[in-house]
C-alpha cells in the first residue's frame, strides 16, 4: 500500500517508475524490523541498490530506520533516512539530498507521537479492492513485540476523513473497500457504529469479519 502511495508521489513530480530489477536514479526502501531477518534483508537490499547505480540516491524508510535510525545511517550509500513518519515528504528529501550533496536524517523519537498521517492515494490500476487504513500504533507493549516502538502509540484516523475517502473510492468505482491498522481491535465503539451507519445510507450493504487478532471490516459499494 505505501509503495503504491511513493510512487503516486513521484509520479507527480515526473519521475517514471521502473521495476525493482531495473537501473533507478532513486530507490526508495521500506524496511521491516519484526524479526533480525528482516533487518538483514533490509541491508542486502540497500546494498544491492546501490551496487546497480553507485550514483543513486538510497532513501531508506520504515519500521528499521525508525528504530535504528543511526545503524541504517551508517550503511554505505544511505542518503535518506526516515521511520514511521512524515513520510509524505520522501520525495522533497531526495531531491534536497541531490541538490545539496547531503546526508538527511528525520527520524525523531515517536513515543509521544499523537497525529495520525492521512497517506491518500489518488491514482491506482485496480478497481476492485481499496485499503484505508484508520488506525497506526499500539500500547500494549509486549515482551516479544517491537511494534509500540517502530510505530509509536495508538492514534486513530479523523472519522470524517474516512468518510470522505470511503466516499471519493466509492465514486472512483471501487467495489470493495477494507478498513487497516495496527490494533484495529482498540477502536471505539462508537466509531465502528457511527461508520457503518454512515456507509449503509451511502451503499446499502456493509458488514465486517475477524481474522486473526484483528479486526476488519469490508464494504461493498456495488454489490
Known amino acids: 500500500m505505501k509503495q503504491k502511495l511513493w510512487k503516486n508521489y513521484l509520479k507527480k513530480k515526473g519521475y517514471q517508475i521502473v521495476e525493482s530489477d531495473e537501473v533507478a536514479d532513486i530507490y526508495v526502501i521500506n524496511t ?5 531477518l528482516g533487518d538483514r534483508k533490509s541491508r542486502q537490499f540497500i546494498r544491492r541498490a546501490k551496487r546497480s547505480n553507485k550514483n543513486s540516491i538510497i532513501a531508506v524508510v520504515g519500521c528499521y530506520s ?3 535510525p543511526d545503524e541504517v545511517g551508517k550503511i554505505e550509500g544511505v542518503d535518506v533516512v526516515i521511520g514511521t513518519t512524515h513520510r509524505d515528504k520522501i ?7 541531490i541538490t545539496n550533496n547531503e546526508k538527511i536524517n528525520i527520524v525523531k523519537d515517536i513515543k509521544g507521537y499523537k497525529d495520525f498521517e492521512n497517506l491518500d492515494i489518488i491514482n491506482v490500476k485496480s478497481k476492485t479492492r481499496a485499503y484505508i487504513k484508520i ?11 517491537i511494534i ?5 502509540p495508538i492514534r486513530s484516523r479523523n472519522l470524517k476523513d474516512i468518510i470522505e475517502e470511503t466516499k471519493r473510492l466509492s ?3 471501487f467495489k470493495e473497500i ?6 484495529c481491535g482498540f477502536l471505539w465503539e ?4 457511527s461508520y457503518f451507519t454512515r456507509c449503509n445510507r451511502r451503499s446499502g450493504k456493509s458488514r465486517w469479519y475477524r481474522k486473526n487478532t484483528f479486526k476488519f471490516y469490508r464494504t461493498n459499494f456495488n454489490r
Open 32 to 36: 521491516c524490523t519484526v524479526t533480525n
Open 66 to 68: 525508525q528504530v535504528a
Open 91 to 97: 520525495v522533497d528529501l531526495c531531491e534536497k539530498a
Open 135 to 145: 488506525q497506526e500504533g499500539c500500547n500494549q507493549f509486549c515482551s516479544y513485540c
Open 148 to 152: 509500540p516502538y517502530a510505530r509509536g
Open 171 to 173: 465514486e472512483a468505482g
Open 178 to 183: 477494507i478498513l487497516t491498522g495496527d490494533t
Open 190 to 193: 462508537g466509531f465502528r457504529a
